[in-house]
């Protein structure tokens, strides 16, 4: 039986009312079962590549939500996401500290398992993995919590936000398909990016 959207509605709201389990909590188990599914099987069937998602890439031991290729240690430690996210420390602008989204996947590039593909943004403080998994879908879906994901591209970008705002596209409840044309634009200002996200 294929599970729909729907069915994880009834059941978070099942949950809810259980008082041990939070909207977080809530969040992530739908991130699991649903979501992270949606955004591994697009990434293998169009053979999408990205560095976060690389078993290569590993936590720093000297900086914490800082990431580093055991591969290519020349390539620093650097965050996985642009933006603002309330746990980081900003990058400066340059390509020791462009984010790992953005970095072209090099030849030893070995895509995580399906178990494991989200290990990068999963951590102990479950307020920021659901950061993270929220990001990601809004990334990768163009929609979160049956929102448009405007919040990223403002944290990147409030130029490009405003842009959206004025023409009147931020409001939907549907998926944005320009989110990912409009980080691949932001990240055109590093050199060697990613041309595109997705």
């Not at 090099?106 to 920021?128: E, G």
Request: charged share 25%; net charge positive.
């Amino acid at each position: 039986m294929k599970y729909t959207f729907a069915h994880f509605k009834k059941i978070s709201s099942l949950i809810k009312n259980v008082p041990f389990f939070s909207d977080d909590l809530t969040y992530r188990l739908l991130f699991k079962h649903t979501i992270a599914k949606k955004i591994y099987e697009h990434h293998i069937n169009t053979g999408y590549k990205s560095c976060i998602f690389c078993q290569h890439l590993k936590k720093s031991f000297f900086e914490r939500h800082q990431f580093i290729c055991e591969k290519d240690s020349g390539k620093g430690n650097s965050s996985l996401l642009p933006g603002p996210i309330h746990f980081l420390q900003p990058n400066d602008n340059d390509d020791n500290n462009l984010p790992w989204l953005f970095r072209t996947p090099c030849a030893n590039f070995s895509r995580l398992d399906r178990d494991d593909y989200f290990r990068n943004f999963t951590y102990f403080q479950t307020s920021v993995t659901v950061a993270y998994y929220e990001y990601l879908e809004g990334l990768y879906l163009g929609i979160c919590h049956n929102k448009r994901p405007c919040n990223i591209c403002a944290s990147v970008s409030l130029s490009k936000y405003k842009r959206c705002f004025e023409d009147g596209k931020t409001p939907k409840n549907t998926p944005c398909d320009e989110i990912a044309r409009l980080m691949s634009g932001h990240c055109k200002n590093y050199s060697g990016a990613n041309s595109a996200v997705y």
